[in-house]
């Protein structure tokens, strides 16, 4: 028998010779926790329209702390680059010296900014120019990804894409 409001007391009275089994089981749902970030980033490109031989690409890139601290942990803006595109290391050295950034780091196909903190309700801006070393057809979005050093499950995303590429 299925009872619809379990709240309360129970006692159970069976009488007779034979052998009895009784089972009572309590199916509940505690809802899954909503994941919650204290942390978001968003992009926008720029087509660099000077540039005629190989085609270049701004990114301004904005992070936010809204979180109950006033400051993050350290924070890695992790960059992933278009297919064929690399940083223009002008752009890669002004980066390093931009505020908060502790260090930057490229590898194959990433560039993995390493910001001290975020504080907190503050926006950030950070510029990177990307520059197409390789023309690729059905070039596809890549993405930038932002999360705590120290808790990586605190983490925000958003892709980017050659703008002519996205039509």
Do not use: W
Not at 49 to 64: D, F, G, N, Q
Not at 130 to 149: G, Q
């Amino acid at each position: 028998e299925t009872m619809q409001g379990v709240s309360g007391r129970y006692s159970l009275e069976v009488k007779g010779t034979a052998c009895v089994s009784v089972q009572i089981s309590v199916h509940y749902n505690i809802p899954s926790p909503t994941d919650v970030t204290t942390l978001s980033v968003e992009v926008k490109s720029e087509v660099d329209a000077t540039s005629e031989s190989r085609r270049k690409l701004t990114l301004t890139i904005k992070s936010l702390y809204s979180g109950k601290e006033n400051t993050t942990n350290m924070v890695i803006l992790d960059i992933k680059m278009l297919s064929g595109f690399v940083p223009n290391a002008v752009s890669l050295k002004m980066l390093e010296g931009a505020p908060l950034v502790d260090r930057v780091e490229q590898t194959e196909d990433h560039v993995l900014v390493y910001l001290q903190e975020l504080p907190k309700d503050m926006p950030m801006n950070y510029s990177l120019t990307v520059i197409e070393e390789l023309r690729v057809e059905n070039l596809k979005p890549a993405m930038i990804k932002i999360y705590d050093y120290y808790q990586p499950s605190d983490q925000a995303e958003t892709e980017y894409i050659y703008p002519s590429a996205a039509a």
